[in-house]
């Protein structure tokens, strides 16, 4: 049997309003990540559609068909797009941007787009790694911390979670929540993600622990490792003093882990904060934020490549 | 004589026109052809504060084991856990890399370091072994007697092992030719302080590491040949300024991921760097005492840091100096000195609202993901706007 509780639903939007085919420029951005890929297209600096799907193995045709799924069948061509910028693990495989950007610009961008200008401090809880970004007032970076070499692969080993609980990747963060009550058990390790998927299968086997945990305490303590190490994180970005761990102002999450209640909430309840949302996916962060910041030098272009 | 006739000396001796980089891969073959030239011995050394002036007084070459990117299938037979150029050291020493080193010398410090130098004494028991014992608390009371001590008991060692005493003349010689290196290795770092240095990160950082594994009076010539063509050159293209803070880096891949990047490094503070060639021996009565001076004097590092911060002092006033956009803090991973110092320095830099970003590495950079690093780095340092936002003011305040 193939399991596919890791997989999650692909998307695909298009403005109802056909009037944005005729925006003097249109540009798009692409996000390829290492599990995920998202293209975005922006008319005159307005969401015109958007697409996401799972990245496969070849970096080159998942941006392909990624951007192809965005415009759809709008009519819309490569050729008519004023610009287009690439993010993410894989960004150079997308041939047809016609400038590379950093992720942490887009993210920080995209969030704006997302959740206002009121965000402050942006959170990238990516497949592969885990992004802080800290923001002025104004679209700028403050400063940003990533995660460490060791701790790579988050999202990916909490996909392998929910293949082994049989719990789909949509619900598995409410899951992890639903303790009866009881409080979290004590997190896996947080060294290492593949230390904690290690552990995390070791939870399985009753003989490894007295107070044998059932499938949502495990779940749970899987995913407060995860949260545990994304707060390390922040406070490389927010911290004067090791273990002073604060935001400074709002709080968004991007990526795909920011549909993860069961990482997120725990983060929040850490920080002692209630994160922003958002009627946009936080998946499209990445890709809307390209999308907009090759958008200033190509209207200044009047829209022409 | 000509100032192109100066600069040919100079390129005959590096094989090409200071290439420091070769100089530093070929290093073997350098000081192999040392040894078979005058017949004196070569000692390996692997701590900072190795006084290098006292080997060189006993007619000794005294070269820096430095970690390189070798495929290492030896070292977890012997060394479990330590920071990857550590086992990187033992794969090399024991593959026979070195296999003209006659000794090692190692000094207190470093932990990981120490491992190497036992793993070597366990497995080849022919060698020359010191090891050198420095006070952490390098400004305690009684911190220069008891270094000056420690150096009068290793020239004594090196004394029964070559059975040639080190005069006072000797000592003399050898401090000149070593204060004179320093000093020319300063010159060349102030040129970096230029708005737009003749000089990249990456030749300063290969200029360095040559110079650790050469003799210094035959690089004295090549670097004063060396400045000479610098004065020659034409100012290069206006950059971001960067600072390297951390872990000793080896080689200068990184400084060329940043000049991959547009930018360039202008400043570090790194034990294989600034730090190596700071200070100077200022000349007294008791030559020992004079060089206990300079090693306890010479910026701390990390390790010998602990008890004094004095560190971000030094950092803080280089990238003042060096007028410097942002700093990039890099710890090679399981570095126990720099992973209890680092946060001191982050510290600093946050409360001075100097920009920086903190990773870390293997001995191996992870080039892709160092690069992203560098892109979002240098995209928020981006002209136009980190010189007028006043990143030296709180954000929010007038």
Redesign the interface.
């Known amino acids: 049997m193939v399991l596919q509780y890791a997989k999650w639903p692909e998307i695909q939007w298009m403005s109802d309003d056909a009037g944005w085919k005729e925006a003097k420029t249109i540009t798009a951005g692409v996000d390829i990540g290492t599990t995920s890929a998202q293209a975005a297209v922006v008319a005159d600096g307005q969401l015109a559609a958007y697409a996401g799907i799972r990245a496969g193995t070849d970096f080159r045709k998942t941006a392909d068909e990624v951007m192809a799924l965005a415009l759809g069948a709008s009519g819309i061509t490569l050729e008519r797009l004023s610009a287009v910028g690439a993010t993410g693990f894989g960004k150079r495989n997308a041939a047809f941007a016609t400038e590379s950007l950093d992720e942490v610009s887009c993210h920080g961008k995209g969030a704006r787009f997302i959740y206002g200008s009121e965000v402050t401090t942006v959170v990238d809880l990516g497949a592969q790694t885990v992004t802080a970004i800290k923001l002025y007032e104004w679209d700028r970076v403050w400063d940003f911390a990533m995660n460490d070499i060791c701790a790579t692969g988050m999202g990916r080993n909490i996909e392998m979670v929910c293949d082994l609980l049989h719990v789909p990747i949509g619900e598995i963060g409410e899951y992890s929540l639903d303790l009866g009550g009881k409080p979290d058990p004590e997190p896996v390790s947080t060294t290492c993600y593949n230390y904690a998927g290690t552990e995390t299968m070791g939870l399985f086997r009753p003989e490894f622990r007295g107070d044998t945990l059932n499938g949502n305490e495990i779940c749970a303590s899987h995913l407060f490792a995860v949260a545990w190490r994304v707060l390390g994180v922040i406070g490389k970005l927010q911290s004067l003093e090791p273990g002073d761990i604060k935001v400074e102002g709002k709080l968004g999450f991007t990526g795909g882990l920011a549909h993860n209640a069961g990482v997120t909430r725990r983060i929040e309840r850490e920080l002692d904060t209630t994160a922003l949302t958002s009627e946009y996916d936080p998946m499209l962060a990445g890709a809307i934020g390209a999308a907009l910041l090759v958008l200033p030098e190509a209207a200044e272009r009047g829209g022409v490549r | 004589m000509s100032a192109e006739a100066t600069i040919t000396r100079g390129a005959d001796a590096l094989g090409a026109a200071f290439d420091f980089k070769s100089l530093v891969d070929k290093r073997h073959d350098y000081a192999r052809a040392w040894k078979a030239k005058t017949g004196g011995k070569v000692l390996g050394w692997f701590e900072p504060y190795f006084p290098e002036e006292i080997a060189y007084a006993a007619g000794m070459l005294p070269v820096r084991i430095l970690a390189r990117h070798e495929v290492d299938d030896i070292s977890d037979k012997w060394i479990y856990s330590s920071c990857y150029p550590v086992r990187d050291m033992v794969n090399q020493l024991l593959k026979g890399r070195y296999d003209y080193v006659d000794g090692l010398v190692n000094v207190e410090g470093c932990q990981w370091m120490y491992n190497a130098f036992e793993v070597m004494m366990n497995n080849r028991e022919s060698l020359f072994y010191h090891y050198l014992f420095l006070p952490d608390y390098t400004n305690a009371a009684t911190s220069k007697d008891v270094a000056k001590n420690e150096f009068a008991v290793l020239a004594d060692r090196f004394k029964g092992w070559t059975g040639k005493s080190i005069t006072d003349a000797d000592l003399d010689a050898a401090i000149e030719v070593y204060n004179h290196n320093r000093l020319l290795l300063r010159r060349i770092n102030e040129l970096r302080r230029a708005d737009r240095p003749v000089i990249s990160g990456s030749e300063m950082m290969n200029l360095v590491l040559a110079d650790q594994v050469m003799d210094k009076a035959e690089m004295n010539v090549i670097l004063e040949d060396f400045i000479k063509e610098l004065g020659l050159r034409k100012p290069g293209p206006d950059k971001i300024r960067l600072m390297i803070v951390g872990s000793e880096t080896w080689d200068a891949r990184l400084e060329e991921l940043v000049e991959a990047q547009g930018a360039n490094v202008v400043a570090d503070e790194l034990d294989n760097g600034t730090s190596y060639y700071w200070n100077n021996v200022l000349p007294q009565e008791d030559r020992l005492m004079a060089l206990a001076l300079r090693y306890l004097g010479r910026p701390h590092s990390a390790l010998k840091d602990n008890n004094y911060r004095r560190r971000p002092q030094h950092i803080f006033e280089l990238a003042e100096d060096f007028n410097v956009d942002g700093v990039l803090l890099e710890k090679q ?1 399981y570095c126990h000195s720099h992973g209890s110092d680092m ?1 001191a320095v982050w ?1 600093m830099l ?2 001075r609202y100097i ?1 920086y ?6 001995s191996l950079l ?1 080039e ?2 160092t690069a ?2 560098l ?3 240098l ?2 340092l981006k002209p136009g ?1 980190n010189h007028l ?1 006043g990143w030296h003011k709180k ?1 929010g305040e007038d």
Not at chain 2, 357 to 362: S, T
Request: avoid cysteine; charge should be negative.
């Open positions: 991973i946060y510290k946050r409360e920009p970003h903190y990773f870390e590495r293997g992870p892709d993901e992203a690093r892109e979002a780095f995209s928020m706007l936002a954000f």
